[in-house]
């Protein structure tokens, strides 16, 4: 079968076994959008100032001048930043190499677990077959448990920092709720400071509450950290038949120490298999690069300082050789603006979207009771996040809207941001793209059954996904497998990373005279 608007080619694999339904991967177009909701809002005056610390180097207006919505006013000097984002690639770079090694090196242990007949004496070549050979599917068992072991590293990394960005959000309101009540005795918790009349108070005792919610996660995923390194120390101690390095020693035996995560093996070479702590050290190493990769390039895209509004500049608070903290100075921002009649509408973010909105991109605003879109701009995105009593951060990203747009201030809108637009892309469904951790893949048949194979995304659209590694065009992959079970709700989400991006999928039942089965829609897809 082939879906309609010819995107890509169904069909249903035959015979007695199961069912899966298949799509090729094509080259076509690909559009990815953030959908959030905002409050429109009149445009007089406003202000701009740089959301890093650096030094001023350059500053293109001066009071009076005439300027337009993202023109750029300042910059500050680059070099100190970029540096910092080539530290943090490096830093990166090494800590995945670090994996890939480790990775390596206990899968070469659990596949030559055997000595070889070239290696010096008998001794070795008789103890080896004298201990069970390893079963056929050790490799892949120990395969499975690295990728297990790394899954759970990274939500454990993910969670941690989740928490402490509530741990912040606690403190923080909490010592504001005190300062503005009498003090508490100091029988009082801090997770229920009492407010006027000895009544509790709802921002602290919220973010408290979401405080111990993290918590809770987090203790959660360390737990499930721990089982995956066993579970993964216990296969390769099968496959080696050495003692884990983590069990105790022998009584009366004094322990060596492993300060580097990194076992014995039985070849008794002195070249050592890295242990199930290695690879999850190895998992958060990587994590903590990648958002220190994230914060040094938010950084350096913030070294340009725009007009949040087109109007006449009448005050600059800043010049050249100026240092600058990231934030408001007390003496008054960088510049001000005094706008001609615009509306502008903010809508607020999550860390993991707002690293993908940049000034300047096209954006789509529907008004509440309108069908007709406005067409806007991008012309400032805040890197500074704001807590909300619950703990939740999020960055507002403002919209300028055309001043010949009709509004009615202070009425809510839809908004799409366009973040990526690809026109010739090698692409999938976007259904059939799946994750495990920040790792994309997606499913193949081989031999009848479908088998992960690990691909590079890109742009994500509501219908198709830019592919830019691990496949080639005509090849297929699987959409579906028609006999697995249903979930119990007609619809659910595809787990995307992105915080938001994509579709659901529609998965609904169906029976007719020609037999019963599941049909899975992406929307959008035409299929």
Partial sequence: MVAAGGTSAWALTSGSGPAYRMASVTQGAVQQTLVATGTLAALHQASADFQVAGTVGKVDVKVGDRVKAGQQVATLRRSTLRAAVSAANAALQRA??????????????????????????????????????????????????????????????????????????ETAACQAESTSTTAPSPTTSATAASGPGGATTGSCTDAAATLLSAQRQVQADQQAVSQAET???????????????????????????????????????????????????????????????????????????????????????????????????????????????????????????????????????????????????????TSTGKTSSTGTVTYPVTIHLPKSATVVPGAAAAVSVLVASVPDALTVPTSAVHYTGSTAYVEMLRDGSPSRHAVTVKAVGAARTQITSGLSAGQRVVLADLNAAVPSSSTTSSNRPGGGFGPALNIQRFSGPGGSGVRVTVPGSGG
């Fill in 231 to 381: 579970t993964l120390s216990n296969d390769l101690a099968a496959a080696t038949s050495t003692p884990r390095s983590n069990q105790p020693s022998p009584a009366g035996t004094p322990s060596t120490g492993n300060p580097s995560g990194r076992k014995p093996t039985s070849s008794g070479t002195g070249s050592t298999t890295p242990t199930a702590g290695a690879l999850a050290s190895d998992q958060s190493s990587i994590d903590s690069a990648r958002a220190d990769l994230a914060t040094a390039r938010a950084n350096l895209r913030q070294a340009t300082l725009t007009s949040p509004i087109t109007g006449r500049v009448i005050a600059l608070g800043i010049a050249k050789g100026d240092s600058v903290s990231g934030s408001s100075s007390s003496s008054g921002p960088a510049v001000q603006v005094r706008g001609s009649g615009q509306t502008k509408v903010t809508i607020d973010v999550s860390a993991t979207q707002v690293r993908k909105v940049r000034t300047g991109m096209a954006a789509t605003v529907t008004p509440d009771g309108s069908s007709t879109p406005i067409h806007g701009r991008v012309v400032s995105v």
């Fill in 96 to 169: 995945q190499a670090q994996l890939t090694s480790d990775q390596n090196g206990q899968l070469s242990a659990a596949s030559t677990a055997d000595a070889s007949p070239t290696d010096a004496g008998n001794n070795r070549l008789e103890a080896a077959r004298a201990r069970p050979a390893p079963s056929p599917s050790t490799t892949a068992n120990v395969t499975a448990d690295q990728a297990a072991l790394r899954e759970a590293q990274h939500r454990a990394d993910a969670d941690l920092a989740t928490a402490t960005a509530a741990l912040h959000a």
